[in-house]
């Protein structure tokens, strides 16, 4: 039996390999006059080899215009008793790492992951608005500064969130 394991690496960022910016390159010609361009970003794919290196003629667009990308892990926290407890960990916690990054020869945890939060904003191409809106923390944004240097500087963001079950955990036993 074999199992096929692919490491991707997802980012908000420009391309950045030559294959890359030279494939996109009419998609970013075409949209050059658009104010805010210079600092766009967009929601890359890009497929790493065993020892992180980026596979060339890999990388691609996944979303235009991505301003917001966070993935949140609901994950088996107490695993000392019968009925174990799951929690929301967001980046910003300290656990958090305790659950992702390099699993060989660590004491990671990813098996106690049972679903992922995805969290994905995208920006409008042109502002539409001359003020901000204030954001809920951990919500995602409504408002992105495009920096044109118009009084019109501000984009309306659309965020699409998910949950993810890992339903190759279903069998797994949950307090493991």
């Avoid at 929601?43 to 990308?69: F, P, S």
Wanted: charged share 20%; aromatic share 8%.
């Amino acid at each position: 039996m074999i199992n096929v394991v692919n490491f991707i690496q997802y980012e908000v960022r420009p391309p950045q390999t030559p294959t890359a910016i030279a494939g996109y390159k009419n998609l970013f010609t075409n949209s050059a006059d658009a104010p805010g361009e210079a600092g766009r970003t967009e929601l890359t794919r890009v497929e790493l080899d065993i020892d992180g290196q980026v596979i060339d003629g890999t990388e691609e667009i996944v979303a235009e215009y991505a301003v917001d990308l966070n993935l949140q892990l609901i994950a088996v926290t107490n695993k000392t008793d019968c009925c174990p407890t799951l929690s929301l960990i967001s980046p910003g916690d300290p656990t958090y790492s305790t659950f992702t990054g390099p699993v060989f020869n660590s004491l990671n945890s990813p098996q106690l992951i049972r679903s992922v939060r995805v969290r994905l904003g995208v920006r409008s191409r042109e502002a539409d608005r001359t003020a901000t809106i204030t954001n809920p923390a951990g919500q995602g944004l409504f408002r992105f500064n495009i920096g044109s240097g118009t009084t019109e500087t501000f984009a309306r963001v659309r965020t699409f969130q998910a949950d993810v079950a890992l339903h190759n955990q279903a069998d797994v036993l949950w307090w493991q």
